[in-house]
């Protein structure tokens, strides 16, 4: 193997993806025509709640498809023991196909057991809150729900299934976090871009033009639609502004971030999980925070900044320390998430700017004035 980087790095690049995404309402219920093309002993890991509101409509798809599936219940956290468990499991039925269908440990837990016992990998996310479903990436938690690693897998998901109308019908607040993941996923790529960083796809390389335009076009769906989606999600509607949401969230995101690389905002909010007030928000929140902060630590114009608050206010995402329930941290505290945001080996070190604990400190007290000082009285 060569490990020289040089002119290589910059003329290199690297892409990938999963092998198919599929989008469309009632989707859940032809689920075994997905999982007939790619074996013929699928081994199904199912969220409780899943199982319970569509469990019926699952099975009786597999039936009618002629699959003999093993359908198991998820343990509720992506761990060793969990994964050990489905492994297990997995390699005593002989499956052939692993489909994780629930949230996004439901997922990682059966794609790390899919992989183990190369198996081919299907997905299929019941919420649309985070980028996590397309990726090659499976995080790991230790029991008590604390993150351990993220583990890069070989391969991605095989196929992608996404059921619209089953997401439309969730809380909105998945939603929403999903659309403050997908924020961050053009900025971050533009901050890669600046310092040449490279992507998730393979060591050294950058990304392709074929990830920056869908990065690019993951922001301008959610400029365009993602006011409209949210009202409509929030009354359990399902039109064309939600569709374009949910691929954003899901598809453009993923792919976007996976083939760009992630940074500052993604570092910012690591930062932000050592203060225990932030437990309760979701990823996806607290990254839109991110965001904000990445865009004041780069110096961007205020233009953008402003467009962003916009989105970020329109459609319910955190743009202050008092929305994240952070109102009292002072110097002191937010200096306690800059020195956790920029340990070593730290994302947030693929800006293109100067850092330092008290540079990034200052931007996210910064962001946070100017975002108090300009949201519009209630
Ligand atoms: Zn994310």
């Avoid at 994964?83 to 390699?91: D, K, N, P, S, Y």
């Avoid at 409509?232 to 064309?240: C, I």
């Avoid at 993604?266 to 929140?285: K, N, Q, S, Y």
Wanted: charged share 20%; proline share 5%.
């Amino acid at each position: 193997m060569t490990t020289a980087i040089g002119w290589q790095a910059a003329e290199g690049r690297a892409y990938g993806g999963p092998g198919r995404y599929i989008q469309r309402a009632g989707e859940i219920e032809r689920l075994a025509d997905h999982l007939r093309d790619l074996g013929s002993r699928p081994f199904l890991l199912v969220d409780r709640i899943v199982d319970e509101r569509h469990g019926a409509a699952i099975r009786a798809s597999l039936a009618e498809a002629g699959l003999d599936a093993r359908i198991e219940l998820f343990g509720g956290e992506c761990s060793t023991e969990e994964i050990e468990r489905v492994t297990a499991l997995v390699a005593e039925t002989g499956a052939d196909v692993v489909a994780g269908i629930g949230g996004g440990k439901t997922a990682d837990t059966a794609k790390v057991a899919a992989v183990r016992q190369g198996a081919r990998i299907a997905v299929v996310p019941t919420i649309a809150s985070t980028d996590a479903p397309c990726s090659a990436i499976a995080v790991r938690y230790n029991d008590e729900g604390v993150m351990q690693e993220a583990i890069s897998l070989p391969r991605n998901p095989d196929i992608v299934i996404v059921d619209s109308a089953l997401i439309a019908k969730a809380p909105v607040r998945f939603l929403v976090a999903g659309m403050g993941d997908a924020l961050s996923t053009f900025f971050e790529a533009r901050s890669n871009l600046e310092s040449r960083s490279p992507n998730f796809i393979r060591p050294y390389l950058p990304a392709p033009q074929a990830g920056i335009a869908i990065a690019r076009a993951c922001h301008e769906v959610l400029m365009r639609d993602g006011l409209a989606a949210k009202v409509a999600a929030e009354r359990g509607l399902l039109t064309p502004a939600v569709e374009a949401i949910i691929e954003a969230n899901t598809l453009l995101s993923g792919l976007g971030f996976e083939n760009c690389g992630v940074s500052g905002a993604h570092g910012i909010h690591d930062g932000l999980t050592v203060l225990p007030a932030t437990r309760r928000f979701f990823h996806g929140e607290k990254v839109a925070f991110g965001t904000l902060c990445l865009l004041m630590l780069e110096g961007r114009p205020l233009a953008e900044i402003d467009e962003t608050l916009r989105f970020c206010r329109q459609v319910g995402l955190p743009t202050t320390l008092a929305d994240l329930d952070l109102a009292d941290a002072g110097p002191e505290e937010i200096g306690r998430v800059a020195q956790a945001a920029l340990k070593p080996g730290a994302i947030i070190n693929r800006v293109a700017t100067p850092l330092s604990p008290d540079i990034v400190r200052d931007a996210i007290l910064a962001l946070d004035a100017y975002a108090s000082r300009t949201a519009p009285a209630a």
